[in-house]
């Protein structure tokens, strides 16, 4: 054991454990990514079989998943030619026989088995014209049974391992040589208080029993140990972030309310806040006024009104003495907000500036200026922003908006643009579910506003199939003969541009003979365009000019075209819940009647079907997204792919949401307590979490 706290044979190179050497170990490196015995330890079963369950090749359909049989292996022939070639061998038991087959390790098998002899086979079992059969079977001799009694854990291996005859069965004999060896040993890393108030098992026997389970109930507390360790060093990790934030980085503050918020709210807001957007701006007056930064998430969900509480913020940090800057992650949005708010600052004498890549140099230079000087006290804009030459005289609040467009590294830059720290408020439209925010968003503070603006008409959602487009295409012509406007939208398709851009062309073709020119006006947008292109379109889009506008790349996040009251989505069942919800969100913006319409095929998945059903049900985001996240898991959820999931090797935050709120309320707790973690019984822990903890500490950015 090691001054840290760990133990040093968990760090010893997998190839000196014992029936490993230098040749498997670098399989193991490249295929499961094991290089030290603790990483073979956290190659946790992803299934058990109960040994005391036996089959008949009779009872057999292809439909089971690994199994055991016993029974009496016939002649292993070599058949087929070149690549084709295999050995085969019949297997009987009582009741039938089926057949085993090998294309990898056809010396290895005629070397070991032998016909006539009696040997349990573990495998999947395949139908194939009627027959039965196994291929690369896990093969061991009925006196070898007794080894393998109660559950046999089934690990993960490759294609690549099992023709080296790396199966799973290799990998548990690993891993029981690892627990068996005597200087086995996992440092118990938990304070005892939390393993006392939780039933929880020691750490050592956790491992221990994942891996050979006596019975089911070890197997069962063994799991529960494990799943609530990772949960909760997650959360600790995030708590402690949120906690030294509010700790050690001061913020300015923004004592007053003055006259530039006032005259606004008086006498140029035009209509009356939401009680949510009330309260959001509340949540956010508080944070700015204790001279601690302020990182905050704002949710709402499309059209709730962030941008409003967005502009509010700003006007709270001009009467404050300090400049403001907006980051969107497109040039149509950044010139969206621009236009939306200059006009509006002017009216109470502030100065409002856009910067994009577009931006020509005589007006960057005007600009960058403007900052310097600080007579410009609004900068909107893209990536541009984050560029070396953009200076501030005082920037005091930095507001990032569809912040999953933007990697962390980009954000980070917005914070070198003057002297002093600067609020952070970043705002997403997507809904993230309670779990996910917990987890990707745990060292941020949650605002949510989670109520509509007043006259907001209900978006009204129908799907119909192939059978009833022409009756869409009269409906959509009835809504532009009044004057509105219609997008059509096709998913994009994953590792096929061609084919996306051969449905998008032909998708174009189709509604082109149907609503023909002069009278009618249908345009293609996708990703293919230039910016300027793009950008010229929407326009054109914006002033009404276009009636039907069809993409793929879509309709960015937050484009605001009241006039549009259609939204057609081909393929529909190809989306995620999100991603359709946010789609029926770029209609109902202004006071008409809107619709979103999904077309699907005949032939829907269980899923296709239940994303169907649920966009039919409802137009809460928040529904939405907690039911996407059942559906499709945290990886596919827009903007998690990077945020560390992968650290959990069997907890879920969807299946174990209740395990991760309570791990979540121990580390608060535990961490009010001591928040240096300086008490004794907390020193394995906070050793454990400094000596695993990544390298490059990005948890002062939101």
């Known amino acids: 054991m090691n001054h840290s706290g760990r133990n040093d044979f968990l760090d ?90 090998w294309f990898q390790g056809q010396k290895w098998v005629k070397e070991n088995l032998k016909a006539g002899k009696e040997y349990i086979v573990f495998g999947k079992p395949n139908l194939f014209k009627n027959q039965i059969s196994f291929v690369h079977p896990e093969m061991e001799t009925t006196d070898q049974e007794k080894k393998h009694q109660g559950f046999q854990p089934v690990y993960n291996v490759t294609e690549r391992l099992k023709t080296k005859n790396i199966t799973s069965r290799t990998i548990h004999q690993f891993i029981s040589s690892l627990i068996n060896h005597p200087n086995f040993e996992v440092p118990e890393i938990l304070p005892k208080s939390l393993l006392d108030a939780h039933k929880l098992i020691g750490r050592k026997a956790a491992f ?191 507001i990032i908006d569809e912040q999953h467009r933007f990697g962390v590294a980009q954000r980070a830059r917005m914070w070198d643009k003057s002297e002093e720290v600067p609020h952070i408020l970043v705002m997403t439209a997507t809904p993230i579910p309670r779990t996910l925010a917990m987890t990707f968003y745990g060292d941020l503070d ?103 506008l069809v993409s793929t790349t879509v309709i960015e996040v937050g484009i605001n075209v009241p006039n549009a009251t259609v939204m057609l989505i081909e393929n529909a069942e190809s989306f995620g819940l999100s991603q359709l919800h946010q789609l029926r969100g770029r209609v109902g913006r202004g006071g008409d009647q809107s619709y979103c319409i999904l077309m699907s095929g005949q032939k829907l998945s269980y899923n296709g079907r239940e994303r169907i059903k649920a966009m039919l049900s409802t137009n809460d985001g928040f529904k939405l997204a907690e039911l996407d996240l059942k559906l499709r898991g945290p990886g596919d959820i827009e903007g998690t792919k990077q945020s560390g999931i992968a650290d959990l090797k069997i907890a879920s935050i969807v299946d174990d949401e209740e395990m991760l709120k309570v791990a979540r309320f121990q580390a608060e707790q535990i961490l009010s307590e001591d928040p240096l973690l300086q008490h004794a019984s907390n020193q394995p822990l906070v050793n454990y979490l400094n000596q695993k903890s990544p390298g490059k500490d990005w948890s002062r950015i939101s």
């Not at 978006?459 to 997008?487: L, P, S, W």
């Open 208 to 398: 221990t029993n994942i891996h050979i389970p006596k019975d089911n109930q070890s197997r069962i507390s063994a799991e529960n140990r494990i799943k609530f360790e990772e949960l909760f060093l997650l959360q600790m990790r995030i708590v402690r972030i949120k906690n030294r934030n509010k700790r050690t980085l001061k913020g300015i503050r923004f004592a007053v309310v003055g006259e530039y918020f006032n005259k606004y709210y008086k006498d140029v807001l035009s209509f009356e806040l939401t009680d949510a957007q009330k309260k959001v701006i509340k949540e956010i007056r508080q944070d700015t006024q204790t001279g601690r930064q302020m990182n905050r998430l704002l949710q709402g969900d499309v059209g709730s009104g962030k941008s409003v509480v967005a502009l509010l913020n700003m006007l709270i940090a001009a009467d404050n003495g300090t400049q403001s800057s907006l980051m969107a992650p497109t040039e149509i949005l950044a010139s969206q907000h621009f236009n939306n708010m200059h006009t509006e600052m002017e009216k109470v004498g502030l100065q409002c500036a856009l910067l994009t890549g577009s931006t020509k140099s005589a007006e960057r230079k005007r600009i960058h200026e403007g900052l310097e000087n600080g007579t410009i006290q609004i900068l909107i804009g893209t990536h541009a922003l984050i560029e070396d030459k953009v200076k501030m005289k005082r920037q005091g609040l930095v």
């Open 446 to 548: 949650v605002s949510v506003i989670d109520e509509m603006p007043l006259g907001r008409v209900p978006i009204i959602t129908a799907h119909r199939n192939e059978a009833r487009r022409m009756e869409v295409f009269q409906f959509i012509q009835t809504e532009i003969d009044k004057g509105r406007q219609v997008y059509v939208v096709f998913p994009l398709i994953e590792d096929s541009e061609k084919l996306e851009y051969k449905n998008l062309n032909d998708g174009f073709e189709l509604l082109s003979n149907f609503f023909k020119r002069p009278k009618y006006q249908v345009e293609i947008i996708h990703g293919r365009m230039k910016a300027h292109e793009k950008e010229m379109i929407m326009t054109r889009f914006k002033k009404g000019e276009i009636h039907i």
């Open 12 to 101: 010893t190179p997998v190839e000196y454990l014992k029936g490993v050497g230098p040749m498997r170990a670098e399989l193991l490196k490249n295929e499961l990514q094991i290089y030290t015995f603790e990483d073979l330890l956290y190659h946790f079963p992803f299934r058990y079989i109960d040994r005391s369950v036996w089959h008949k090749i009779q009872d057999l359909d292809g439909n089971q998943p690994y199994i055991q049989i016993k029974g009496i292996l016939g002649k292993i022939e070599q058949t087929g030619k070149d690549k084709g070639k295999r050995l085969t061998a019949l297997f009987k038991d009582e009741s039938g026989y089926c057949d085993l087959v």
